[in-house]
C-alpha cells in the first residue's frame, strides 16, 4: 500500500523558514517522480513542485521560485520542500504527491504551514 | 500563469447524471493536456479519478467518465450517489508544469 506522510509543517513568521518532509512507503521511491501541491484555507488546489525520479529536474510554480526548493533522498525514501522567504499567501495545506509526468495519482494526508506574526 | 476555468458549482438529483467541465486559457483542451480529475470531501485528501483525459485508476467506479468535449476536458458522473456530493478539480498540462481548475463544488439534492 502506498503511504506518504508529510511532516514539519507549523506557525513561522513572515520571511522565515519552513522544511517539509515526506516519507514514503509501499513502493520504490526511486523510480517515480514526485510533487508537493498546496491548498490555502478555503480555497482550491495548486501544484507547487515536482522533481523526476534521479533529483535531475525540477519544477516549479512561478509564485515560488527562487524561494521553494523540492528534494530528495532516494536513499532515505524521502521528499523535501525547503521554503524560505515565507510569505502570508504560502499559508495553505502542503500534500506530497506520488506523480508521473501526466498524472498524480498518490497523495499524503497533508501538512499545515501557516505564516503569520 | 494560465488560467484553467471550472463551474464554481452545479446540483444533480440523485440517481441522474451531470457533466463537469475543464477549459483552457490558451485554447482547446486535447489530449495533450493529459486532462486529470480529483475529488475532494471536507477534511480529506483529494482523490484521483481520472487522467490522461479518460483513463479510470483502479480505484474509481465505473460511473465517472472523463472525455474531451466542445473543447474542453469533462468528467460525467452517471447513476449519481449522495457519496458523490464533494468538490472536483481538474488539472492540465502544460508542458510538465501542471494547472488545477478552481474546482467545482457538486451537491447531490
Known amino acids: 500500500e502506498v503511504q506518504l506522510v508529510e511532516s514539519g509543517g507549523g506557525l513561522v513568521q513572515p520571511g522565515g523558514s519552513l522544511r517539509l518532509s515526506c516519507a514514503a512507503s509501499g513502493f520504490i521511491f526511486s523510480n517515480y517522480w514526485m510533487s508537493w501541491v498546496r491548498q490555502a484555507p478555503g480555497k482550491g488546489l495548486e501544484w507547487v513542485a515536482n522533481?523526476?525520479?534521479?533529483?535531475?529536474?525540477?519544477y516549479y510554480v512561478d509564485s515560488v521560485k527562487g524561494r521553494f526548493t523540492i528534494s530528495r533522498d532516494n536513499s532515505k525514501n524521502s521528499l523535501y520542500l525547503q521554503m524560505n522567504s515565507l510569505r502570508a499567501e504560502d499559508t495553505a495545506v502542503y500534500y506530497c504527491a506520488r506523480s508521473t509526468v501526466t498524472n498524480i495519482p498518490y497523495w499524503g494526508q497533508g501538512t499545515l504551514v501557516t505564516v503569520s506574526s | 500563469q494560465t488560467v484553467v476555468t471550472q463551474e464554481p458549482s452545479l446540483t444533480v438529483s440523485p440517481g441522474g447524471t451531470v457533466t463537469l467541465t475543464c477549459a483552457s486559457g490558451?485554447?482547446?483542451?486535447?489530449?495533450?493536456?493529459?486532462a486529470n480529475w480529483f475529488q475532494q470531501k471536507p477534511g480529506q485528501a483529494p482523490r484521483a479519478l481520472i487522467y490522461s483525459t479518460s483513463k479510470r485508476h483502479s480505484w474509481t467506479p465505473a460511473r465517472f467518465s472523463g472525455s474531451l468535449l466542445g473543447g474542453k476536458a469533462a468528467l460525467t458522473l452517471s447513476g449519481v450517489q449522495p457519496d458523490d456530493e464533494a468538490e472536483y478539480y481538474c488539472l492540465l498540462y502544460y508542458g510538465g508544469a501542471p494547472v488545477f481548475g478552481g474546482g467545482t463544488k457538486l451537491t447531490v439534492l
Open positions: 490558451t485554447g482547446a483542451v486535447t489530449s495533450d493536456y493529459y
Open positions: 522533481i523526476k525520479e534521479d533529483g535531475s529536474e525540477k
